[in-house]
């Protein structure tokens, strides 16, 4: 499975003041857009890279979003780049009902609201040895009355997953999404948001997918 990057799981995890009174933070993690060769993160700070360790030399693309792992060096925000991962953007749109809309299942892996964005890491099923593009959509309902809202998460894998194929042929893969909430929610109003998804269920060693639906958040969102 591609390594995923949680920040909820790796977080700050050590900070020490130097005898020169400068900021040194290991193993900082947060979701980050490039704005003018910097990382901006959802918690506003401003990162230079002036160490890149992720072999990766192409990740200063104007806009992209990533999840990165860094050591801050200075309190002048220098980091010291550690694992850098690509982040899809991708809009929700009103749902519409349909029959027939893509069920093939997936599984949260992690969830969170920061930076004005739903960030979900998701897991699903794929052939390895086959070309089926694996797309994902995202939706959502909304109660005008109550400050519902309901979020909606379609996989078309092209029946990748175990009910329709032997789970020997398949290998579970995984992609970390944001959605922007910023042109859904009203700035100070209270929300309650659930998630409604198609997921897999294993009874008496059968697969089965059924539809289910959780909580996501309930109270004031800070976009």
């Known amino acids: 499975m591609k390594k995923i990057l949680l920040p909820l799981l790796l977080g700050l995890l050590a900070t020490s003041c130097m005898k020169d ?12 857009t490039v704005y003018e060769g910097k990382l901006i993160t959802d918690k ?9 360790n992720t072999g990766n030399e192409d990740w200063k693309i104007e806009g992209e979003r990533y999840l990165i792992v860094c050591d801050i060096l200075n309190r002048n925000l220098e980091i010291r780049l550690k694992e850098i991962q690509g982040v899809d953007v991708e809009e929700a749109l009103p749902y519409t009902e349909d029959e027939n809309e893509p069920d093939d299942p997936v599984e949260v892996l992690d969830q969170n609201i920061s930076g004005g964005y739903i960030n979900l890491a998701l897991a699903y099923y794929a052939n390895p040895d086959s070309n089926t593009a694996h797309v994902f959509s995202f939706s959502y309902e909304v109660n005008e009355t109550t400050n519902h809202f309901t979020f909606h998460v379609l996989h078309e894998g092209g029946d990748e997953n175990p009910v329709n194929m032997d789970e020997k042929n398949l290998k579970k893969q ?15 109003k209270a929300y309650t ?11 008496d060693g059968n697969y089965t997918i059924e539809q289910n639906t959780y909580a996501l958040h309930q109270g004031n969102i800070i976009l």
């Open 21 to 32: 009174s400068t900021l040194y933070v290991e193993d900082f993690s947060d979701f980050a």
């Open 44 to 52: 506003a700070y401003q990162f230079t890279v002036v160490e890149n």
């Open 174 to 188: 995984s992609k970390l999404f944001s959605i922007p909430l910023w042109e859904l929610l009203e700035r100070g």
């Open 193 to 203: 948001l659930d998630m409604c998804l198609y997921e897999l269920k294993k009874v």
